[in-house]
């Protein structure tokens, strides 16, 4: 079993939803690009990417799913 990150919105430190964001590829964010063996391994990826926004203050909000 695999697990991988699906970014559900892109949103600033005010919680501010940014859609232009839509196309903005995830792999940027996080360090190994797709699937993690465990959940903990994809949650920590998820946590990493919200923390580290860009120049502009956006961050991909995602959720762990299951392969």
Do not use: F, I
Not at 14 to 40: F, Q
């Amino acid at each position: 079993m695999s697990y991988t990150l699906q970014v559900v919105d892109w949103r600033d430190s005010t919680g501010s939803s940014h859609p232009e964001y839509s196309t903005a590829s995830l792999w940027k964010y996080v360090d190994v690009r797709g699937d993690w063996k465990t959940k903990l391994e994809a949650e920590l990826a998820a946590e990493r990417a919200w923390v580290e926004p860009d120049c502009n203050g956006v961050a991909p909000v995602c959720v762990v799913t299951e392969r």
